[in-house]
C-alpha cells in the first residue's frame, strides 16, 4: 500500500529531519559560545581568546604621535630593541625633522650593543626622552594626544632612557634595572655552565656599557645598582632619589620635553598585569666597535613570554 503522499510524503519527513538537525546545531553552537566564548576563536575565528602580547614585549617600533590643532607632537618608542631597531629607527627618521624631538619610552630592554648605538643616534639628534605609554584620540577638532605615565623602562631602556639631553620620568612610571647575562642560562643561571668566551663577552659589553654611560652624562651609580642584581633575583626599581643621584632624572617638569603642545599626561591607565622580569640572551649583531674577527654576540633582553626569537649564537 502506498502512503497517501506517496514519494511526496517521504520527502517531507526528510526535510522535517533535516530542519530539526539544523535547529539542535544552532542551539549547539549558540549554547558552547555562550559557555566558552573563545571557542569559536579557537575552531578559525579572526580572535584568538587569551593569546594578547603586549607590544612592549615585540621589537621595538616608532611612531610619530601628532596633535591637532596646537600640538608639536612627540615620537612613541614601544618594544625591545633588536639588533634592526637602530636600521628601523634610521627609515622612521628618514625624511623627518627630529632634531630636539622628544621621545616617549615604554620598553622591557633589548640587546645591549644595538641599544648603545640606538642611544648614541638618540643624542646626536638631541633628542630629549621620557617614560609612558602614548594614547592617540581622535575628535572633530582633530587628533588628540596624551602620555599615560603608568609604562615600564626597563634594563637597556634606561640607558636609553640616560641618552636625552633633557630627561624626564613621570612619579607612575617604573624604571627598573638589572645585570646583563646570557640568556639561555638565565632561567637557572647559578646551575648552568659558562665558557671563558662567554664571560669575555659579558665583561666586554659592561665595558662598552660604562663607557656609554659616562658619555652620556650618567653617573657611576646607575651601573652600580644594575651590577648588582643578578638574574635570579627580581628587577631593582629605582626609587625618586636613585633617579636623581644616577643622573637618570635632569628636570621634574614635562613642559620642558613638550612645550606648549596642548598634549597632557593622563593620572594613569592601571596596567593589566605588571611585567615579568627581563631575562638576557645571545644575538648576532653587527657593532662598528668590534675589531674584525671578534665574537659579535652581545647580551640581549627578552621576556619569557614574548614569542620573538632571538638569533643563533654566531
Not at 160 to 177: F, I, N, Q
Not at 304 to 313: C, D, F, H, L
Amino acid at each position: 500500500m502506498q502512503p497517501p503522499f506517496g514519494d511526496c510524503g517521504e520527502g517531507i519527513k526528510l526535510k522535517l529531519v533535516r530542519l530539526r538537525f539544523r535547529v539542535c546545531a544552532v542551539l549547539i553552537v549558540a549554547a558552547l559560545s555562550l559557555a566558552v566564548p573563545g571557542m569559536l576563536a579557537m575552531l578559525g575565528g579572526p580572535a584568538h581568546a587569551g593569546v594578547t602580547l603586549e607590544e612592549r614585549k615585540l621589537p621595538m617600533q616608532f611612531s610619530w604621535v601628532a596633535c591637532q590643532p596646537h600640538c608639536g607632537g612627540w615620537i612613541s618608542a614601544v618594544g625591545i630593541v633588536t639588533a634592526e631597531t637602530p636600521k628601523d629607527f634610521d627609515d622612521f627618521a628618514q625624511g623627518r625633522d627630529l632634531r630636539s624631538a622628544t621621545i616617549v619610552l615604554d620598553s622591557s630592554g633589548g640587546s645591549v650593543n644595538d641599544s648603545i648605538a640606538l642611544g648614541r643616534r638618540f643624542r646626536t639628534l638631541g633628542l630629549m626622552t621620557t617614560v609612558g605609554t602614548s594614547i592617540r584620540t581622535r575628535t572633530t577638532q582633530g587628533d588628540r594626544g596624551a602620555i599615560d605615565p603608568e609604562a615600564y623602562c626597563e634594563s637597556m631602556c634606561v640607558f636609553l632612557l640616560l641618552s636625552g639631553k633633557s630627561r624626564y620620568v613621570p612619579e607612575a612610571a617604573h624604571v627598573r634595572v638589572h645585570q646583563i647575562w646570557m640568556g639561555d642560562r638565565a632561567d637557572d643561571a647559578r646551575a648552568a655552565t659558562y665558557s671563558a668566551e662567554d664571560l669575555m663577552i659579558v665583561e666586554r659589553d659592561i665595558g662598552r656599557l660604562a663607557k656609554y654611560t659616562i658619555e652620556m652624562g650618567g653617573g657611576g651609580d646607575l651601573l652600580a645598582l644594575s651590577l648588582s642584581v643578578p638574574p635570579w633575583e627580581e628587577l631593582h626599581e629605582l626609587s625618586r632619589e636613585e633617579l636623581r643621584l644616577t643622573n637618570l632624572v635632569t628636570t621634574d617638569a614635562i613642559a620642558e620635553l613638550l612645550p606648549s603642545t596642548g598634549a597632557s599626561v593622563t593620572q594613569g591607565v592601571a596596567m593589566a598585569t605588571k611585567p615579568l622580569q627581563d631575562r638576557f640572551t645571545s644575538s648576532a649583531m653587527n657593532d662598528a666597535a668590534t675589531p674584525a674577527g671578534k665574537s659579535t654576540r652581545t647580551a640581549e633582553v627578552l621576556a619569557p613570554t614574548a614569542s620573538v626569537a632571538a638569533a643563533p649564537a654566531q
